[in-house]
């Protein structure tokens, strides 16, 4: 089911694992501590808008990703399709849009990561006598616009809201409700009106040519989430309802990351609207902030690339899913 192909500089073991998709592959990067076990609980990482997998890892070892790997965590980050190392790449003739990402290739990377883990710790049962008993959930962890998505596949699929142990976010909003001249321009001016523009010339949004992301943006996609920004929670393709699903959800404990310095694209004010559409009931939020003790007003960004970031809030994001073992140890 899949291939892997090996290279590294970091101190970690990185992989690439490529499930067929449709006409193409989904790339999906592994990253293993020396050590790995895999009959604890993995991680998966979703990038947003405009963006791959690359905001959670590098070659070098840097990125939420990799430190999670050196604490002890299997981690897997996705390329959605058409991004990163996915194929084929976002052109012209490209038609998925964030439908797809919510009903189809969220729900096939979590078996393929639960299918994998259930091969391994067979294979380390029968190495060395002793029982490794695979997980049966996944951590869900997202940056921005991945949040959405991964919050409306929890949503809509009973059986991933059972097999996702948690939902970790950082300055991710469905809405843009706050007011400003920087939020017109980014937001009412380029990505409402601009960004449709070049995306009909083009056929999808070069972002990547504009230097105002990491990779580009199908046309399909960017539409869907204009819409959602300004509007209703509904599936463009079905109709699907998932604000009302929301409601009715049995939501994994959650914990969304703000930062004080992310004044458009996940503004702590609209991150708060998100989490009260979700109606989650086991959720904490934290503001990074230097008031809250933290080294810096953390921006949209750099909440996950600034240097700082390694001695300053991630290490309570490996404190957080090191609770979930905990828990089951004193359970």
């Not at 083009?202 to 960017?222: C, F, H, P, T, V």
């Not at 996940?266 to 989650?280: L, N, Q, W």
């Not at 959720?283 to 990074?288: A, D």
Request: net charge neutral; proline share 4%; charged share 20%.
């Amino acid at each position: 089911m899949t291939q892997l192909a090996q290279g590294s500089t970091s101190p970690i073991s990185q992989s690439s694992i490529y499930l067929p998709y449709r006409d193409g592959q989904l790339h999906l990067r592994q990253l293993l501590p020396s050590v790995p076990d895999f009959s604890k609980t993995p991680i998966l990482m979703l990038h947003g808008a405009m963006s791959n997998g690359r905001v959670f890892y590098s070659q070098s070892g840097r990125g939420l990703g990799c430190f999670l790997a050196k604490a002890g965590f299997v981690v897997y980050v996705l390329d959605t399709a058409g991004r990163g190392l996915s194929l084929p790449k976002i052109d012209r003739d490209f038609t998925l849009g964030q439908g797809e990402v919510i009903r189809e290739q969220l729900p096939l990377v979590q078996q393929a990561i639960l299918d994998l883990h259930q091969k391994a710790c067979q294979e380390q049962t029968a190495q060395d006598d002793r029982k490794a008993v695979a997980p049966s959930q996944v951590h869900w962890c997202a940056h921005s616009w991945g949040g959405v998505l991964m919050a409306s596949s929890l949503a809509r699929y009973t059986e991933l809201q059972q097999s996702v142990r948690s939902l970790l976010t950082f300055g991710s909003k469905r809405t843009i409700r706050v007011k400003s001249f920087k939020k017109w321009l980014m937001v009412d001016v380029f990505w409402n009106r601009l960004a449709p523009g070049l995306a009909m010339g083009q056929g999808y949004l070069a972002a990547d040519k504009l230097r105002i992301g990491m990779d580009n943006e199908s046309r399909a996609s960017l539409v869907q989430s204009i819409d959602w920004v300004q509007g209703d929670w509904i599936d463009h393709d079905d109709g699907f309802d998932y604000a009302k699903a929301a409601k009715r959800a049995n939501w994994p404990p959650a914990w969304f990351i703000s930062g004080q310095n992310d004044t458009v694209l996940g503004h702590p004010e609209d991150v708060a609207d998100m989490v009260a559409e979700c109606g989650f009931k086991r959720v904490k939020s934290t503001l990074l902030s230097m008031e809250n003790g933290f080294k810096h007003d953390y921006g949209h960004a750099d909440m996950l690339t600034h240097l700082d970031a390694t001695s300053d809030h991630f290490p309570k994001i490996s404190d957080w899913y090191l609770s979930f073992d905990l828990a089951v140890l004193n359970g």
